[in-house]
């Protein structure tokens, strides 16, 4: 049980350094054609001619993409995403896989942001519930697990780093991107899109700075993981599709399964990943549903385990 445990707070880690990296780089949605909160996007024939019949002209150069996404990324004040992971494990030679799917709503200014989810894994779900509100200098962020709430409070120096603010981190990902090529245009999500591929690499300076102050990579270094080793590896290969209207990123794809295998290696010796796949969808830009913290949350008197 205690093994399972770990395995899931792992996942879970993991999970969430690779889904606040990816919110940070793209900070995006479909646009003022996007669809509601609730669901995510999906592209159909209707909304392909629809948004074909205003196709406007692509860029040629991939630089110049990116500098608009980085500069459109800017602009943003909410947004909602569908964050979906797979993710298979080899634990002391037996086979894990995991299923994770989580909605996020982030407001940027106060930052405010909301993620719910549910990773499935040995026939178990494991429920997701994450609510963080600024108090002037103070990030509070309430946690619930096993129906308890807890929560943990984040210092103003670490507000800009834990990887939710989407302003100046969506410039620095999106800047550390290496490589960029443009792979051709497809419509995604009902928005004419260009199709970009190219890396996200920890030996990027403007990407390691980033990562080093990732919340995220703090908890899995506080869970025994040998962080340095894992930036030293880290590759992530990232797919965008970015709207040619707007600049946002509609959805992101990424199989960062080496750079996952490193991190969980290290936290559980044997262990292994064999598969690390990554679906972001980004919707609702700065029309995001407000929501409210939950009374239990924010009376809560339960501090998070370091």
């Not at 159909?44 to 980085?70: G, Q, Y």
């Not at 943990?152 to 990887?163: F, H, I, K, P, Y």
Request: with cysteine; hydrophobic share 40%; glycine share 6%.
């Amino acid at each position: 049980m205690n093994s399972l445990k770990k395995i899931a707070a792992a996942v879970l880690a993991a999970a969430m350094l690779a889904m606040f990296a990816a919110c940070s780089q793209q900070a995006s949605s479909g646009g003022a054609g996007g669809s509601s909160a609730e669901s995510a996007p999906e592209s159909t024939a209707e909304a392909s001619s629809a948004a074909s019949s205003e196709k406007t002209p692509v860029p040629t150069d991939p630089d110049e993409i990116l500098t608009k996404a980085r500069e459109a990324a800017t602009t943003i004040n909410s947004y909602s995403a569908i964050v979906e992971t797979d993710m298979n494990m080899s634990v002391s030679g037996q086979d894990v896989e995991t299923a994770t799917k989580s909605k996020m709503t982030v407001f940027t200014d106060p930052l405010k942001m909301k993620m719910t989810g549910e990773t499935q894994m040995a026939d178990q779900a494991i429920p997701t519930e994450v609510y963080a509100q600024q108090d002037g200098d103070t990030l509070n962020m309430y946690i619930q697990t096993n129906g308890q709430w807890y929560v943990q409070q984040v210092d103003a120096a670490t507000l800009n780093s834990a990887g939710m603010n989407t302003g100046a981190e969506a410039a620095n990902y999106l800047k550390a991107m290496e490589t960029p090529t443009i792979e051709g245009e497809e419509v995604m999500n009902g928005s004419n899109c260009v199709k970009l591929s190219g890396m996200v690499s920890g030996s990027n300076p403007d990407a390691r700075e980033v990562l080093q102050n990732n919340a995220s990579f703090a908890q899995m270094q506080q869970m025994g993981a040998d962080t340095t080793a894992a930036l030293d590896n880290f590759q992530m290969p990232v797919t965008f599709w970015v709207n040619t209207e707007t600049y946002y990123v509609v959805r992101m794809e990424s199989t960062a399964t080496e750079s996952m295998n490193t991190l969980i290696g290290e936290l559980l010796p044997g262990s292994g990943v064999t598969l690390f796949h990554m679906t972001y969808d980004f919707i609702n830009i700065n029309n995001a549903i407000d929501f409210t913290i939950p009374t239990a949350a924010t009376e809560t008197t339960g501090e998070a385990a370091a």
